[in-house]
């Protein structure tokens, strides 16, 4: 690269809709069928020649302003300083515009520069992480247990399921009857996913703190791994009385878009026994491994949320990776077949990321270490924004039949 400093010199946004396999209807958005992997993605690319890219999970056409924001922040400017573009990310925030995603898109070529993957720039040493496998449909109690049975054949010993019924018997018969059933080879944890409601299309319950303390107590007599988000999000106080009341580990803060600041509060009120930031929410790469250090001083655990697409996946596998609880905790793998498998979610990749008996490889290319299959973006992607340093071309059309 010379003396020169390196700059950002082209901005590419793309809406990719690319096919599932077979429909997937998301537990925590009932009413919600999928048939595609739908997401914005960013492509940056620097005057000599090195590209970040990242992606951000996207229904329609919600972010089609979004170029002429980052072509003013962004262009010219100096992708290694990750500070600075930080900074920039939260002037958008600020505005009410949350992009903490574009920032794994600077490490991608600041670990490029490097030569190196992004965990071990990172100072991460953990080449093989022990994954959990991660539902995300609702199923009753016989298909349940297949289930757990298939993933605990492939190698996997730890599955979270999920629960969002309105009567609580029903979630708490989920996950008694599957622990009871794989106990002794599988471990089970549960994600209620109350700490978000995403209602547009179908009612969900909401719990109160006594239903999520008696929901508790079950997990915890028949030993469940942890249970996930039994609270919504903002209620850190009766989140704190119910991490301090359960037997059983509390879980959450995949999407706390304030970042290190709020998880940070949520550390000091002990709200959870494990935190979970998705690095392309809460805050990008920087502030998730700021998140997992102060966990480790507070006595807490760590482990990412991964669950979007195939970009958020790999994002967080390098800072859990680099996080210091690789050893010690598992990883969420996205795993829900037959509608979402990582070779509908990954297709844009050339390959997608296949575990090895419950083991994930961390990649060994420099960056965040997979390739584009630009056969694929061609067809399943739309570009619809393009910006250099000479000019800017806005191309609303190609949205118009996007998702
Ligand atoms: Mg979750």
Avoid at 175 to 188: L, Y
């Amino acid at each position: 690269m010379g003396n020169m400093m390196q700059v950002i010199d082209q901005i590419e946004l793309y809406h990719v809709a690319a096919p599932l396999p077979a429909p997937f209807s998301p537990s925590w958005m009932p009413g919600t069928v999928r048939n595609a992997v739908t997401f914005y993605l960013v492509r940056f690319i620097t005057d000599d020649g090195v590209e970040g890219w990242s992606a951000f999970t996207g229904a329609g056409r919600e972010r089609a302003g979004l170029g002429d924001m980052l072509a003013g922040l962004f262009l010219g400017q100096n992708p290694e300083d990750i500070d600075l573009m930080a900074e920039k990310i939260h002037i958008m925030a600020v505005g009410g515009n949350f992009n903490w995603w574009l920032e794994p898109a600077f490490w991608d070529i600041k670990a490029k520069n490097a030569g190196l993957p992004l965990y071990k720039l990172l100072g991460g040493t953990s080449d093989r992480l022990r994954l959990y496998a991660s539902s995300g449909e609702l199923r009753d109690l016989m298909e349940r247990r297949d289930e757990a049975e298939k993933r605990f054949s492939e190698g996997f010993d730890t599955m979270k399921v999920r629960v969002h019924d309105f009567d609580e018997k029903v979630d708490i018969a989920q996950v008694s009857d599957v622990a009871t059933h794989m106990q002794g080879r599988m471990k089970i944890a549960v994600d209620c996913n109350q700490a978000f409601r995403l209602t547009q299309l179908g009612k969900a319950p909401r719990w109160t703190l006594d239903r999520a303390r008696r929901f508790a107590d079950a997990a915890a007599d028949v030993g469940l791994a942890w249970v996930e988000e039994p609270l919504y999000g903002e209620w850190h106080e009766d989140i704190a009385r119910l991490t301090a009341y359960s037997r059983v580990p509390i879980a959450g803060g995949e999407l706390h878009l304030m970042g290190y600041h709020e998880l940070a509060r949520m550390i000091k009120m002990r709200c959870y026994n494990i935190y979970q930031p998705d690095a392309m929410w809460t805050g990008g790469v920087q502030q998730s491994l700021d998140i997992a250090r102060l966990c480790r001083a507070e006595g807490v655990q760590f482990s990412s949320h991964t669950w979007t697409n195939g970009f958020g996946f790999i994002v967080n596998a390098h800072v859990f990776a680099a996080s210091g609880f690789a050893d010690e905790m598992v990883f969420e793998y996205p795993l829900n077949e037959p509608g979402w498998v990582p070779e509908g979610r990954d297709a844009i990749m050339k390959a997608p990321w296949l575990h090895d008996r419950g083991w994930f490889q961390m990649p060994q290319t420099p960056g965040l270490g997979f390739e584009i299959d630009h056969d694929a973006l061609g067809r399943y992607g739309k570009l619809f924004f393009k910006a250099s340093r000479r000019e800017v071309h806005w191309m609303p059309e190609a949205l118009k039949s996007g998702a």
